[in-house]
């Protein structure tokens, strides 16, 4: 299911099978759903044997599903190499947003993330991002993706990237690059490629605008200040209809205040993006508060009457452990039920 055509092309071929078998394949997997080569009846039955002795289609179901009280649903998909990543399914009027993994834990460590507690166990490959996509319920009604989930996409760059292309591309599901929005630290060495090479929204994970702060809490500040991620920012031109977004978690006392709000707006001047202000969602053992409401809303209308477009998201699916920060597929394989 990772392939592309081309690569399809060179396996049939390999096969001793015709090269427009390779888009019959893709046709199957993308746009039809077939999770077995049985499915594919426009392939002869002696071909799709051959198929089946060699290779597997990379479909498989979800291990584990939970649902919280306000319709956010959390699954636990099974990697192709034995370990297990979570997706998280976001309904909302007619609206329906799927936030997928791109690796199984995270290198990044941000102290706040219960993700980055779990370390860093390895890329998620092209079907298995892909696997998210195709095998959660209601996977029809999807209108957004966003690459939020477990891992730092840009460090899985190759793979991601691959996985929108069929996303995207005319063998998949044709979908505008503006349903799809991928979020980063500042992952510098692939952020120039990503603007370049995509037209997808970018969301970057800022939380504190001083380099001193941000260090303490994402240690990816040190290798890759925020002050050059956003100077690398202003070189792009955001003036159509792609979308920049800045993530900021609040924490009581450390994030929320006035001092706070005024440097992100010194940060931000003249950058044409949004920030998006996100409750903290408490992670075993990390010594950090969630900010009040009323502080959440005077931080966005400081920012607001200073010119930087600013809103609240609200939270989903925390009672499941599905809400922004919560992820984490620790220990957990294929065998777990």
């Known amino acids: 299911m990772g392939k592309t055509v081309a690569e399809l092309q060179t396996i049939v071929t390999e096969l001793g099978m015709p090269r427009f078998t390779a888009r019959q394949i893709s046709q199957w997997l993308h746009q039809k759903g077939a999770t077995t080569f049985d499915e594919m009846t426009n392939i002869s039955k002696n071909h799709r044997q051959r198929l089946a002795d060699n290779y597997t289609c990379g479909r498989s179901t979800y291990i584990e599903r939970q649902e919280s009280a306000d319709g956010t649903v959390k699954y636990l998909f099974p990697t192709i190499d034995g370990k297990a990543v979570e997706t998280v399914y976001i309904p909302e009027g007619d609206r329906a947003t799927l936030c997928v993994s791109s690796q199984v834990g995270c290198k990044m460590n941000c102290m706040f993330c ?15 991002i892909l696997n998210q996509i195709y095998s959660v319920e209601h996977a029809e009604r999807l209108t957004n993706i966003v690459f939020m989930g477990q891992g730092e996409p840009l460090d899985n760059y190759d793979a991601v990237m691959a996985a929108i292309g069929i996303i995207t591309g005319e063998e998949g599901w044709a979908w505008s690059p503006r349903r799809i929005t991928v979020s980063t630290v500042g992952l510098r060495r692939n952020l120039e490629r990503f603007l370049r090479d995509s037209e997808c929204h970018l969301a970057v994970s800022l939380h504190f605008p001083i380099h001193e702060l941000r260090g303490q809490y994402m240690p990816a500040e040190r290798q890759m200040p925020i002050a050059d991620v956003i ?107």
Request: hydrophobic content about 30%.
């Open 114 to 128: 219960h993700t980055g507690k779990q370390g860093f166990q390895g890329n998620l490959g092209v079907a298995d």
């Open 231 to 337: 100077e690398t920012l202003r070189r792009y031109d955001w003036s159509h209809q792609r979308r920049l977004s800045m993530e900021y978690t609040m924490f009581d006392g450390i994030n929320d205040t006035t001092l706070m709000a005024k440097e992100v707006v010194k940060l931000l001047r003249g950058l044409d993006c949004r920030v998006n202000l996100i409750r903290y969602h408490s992670v075993p053992g990390v010594p950090l508060a969630d900010t009040p409401l009323e502080r959440m809303t005077a931080f966005r209308d400081y920012l607001t009457r200073h010119g930087i477009f600013t809103t609240i998201r609200t939270s989903r699916g925390q009672d499941i452990d599905a809400a922004c920060g919560l992820l984490n597929s620790k220990s957990r394989t294929t065998t777990d039920s």
